[in-house]
């Protein structure tokens, strides 16, 4: 399966809705790797998580909208 920057995925096996950062050849093995991102709540607050996956262990999922949100700028 093709991955690209912008898409929501998550493990095959579960877990919480990652977003695919970038996608490319990993280290020296060269093998392909996505890289991703989401946020997982720490105490009070959300932390940014990261890491890299095979991309044969992640499917592409339909993020859910179910909340709403607002941005403001400083």
């Not at 998550?10 to 280290?27: D, N, R, Y």
């Not at 991703?36 to 095979?54: D, H, I, L, N």
Request: hydrophobic residues 30%; proline residues 5%; contains cysteine.
């Amino acid at each position: 399966m093709n991955f690209e920057p912008g898409d929501t995925v998550q493990l095959k096996s579960g877990g919480p809705l990652m977003t695919v950062e970038q996608v490319g050849k990993a280290g020296m093995t060269g093998e392909d790797t996505v890289w991703c991102v989401w946020f997982e709540k720490v105490g009070s607050r959300q932390a940014r998580q990261q890491a890299t996956f095979r991309p044969t262990s992640l499917e592409k999922s339909s993020p859910s909208y179910g909340g709403s949100f607002s941005v403001s700028r400083a």
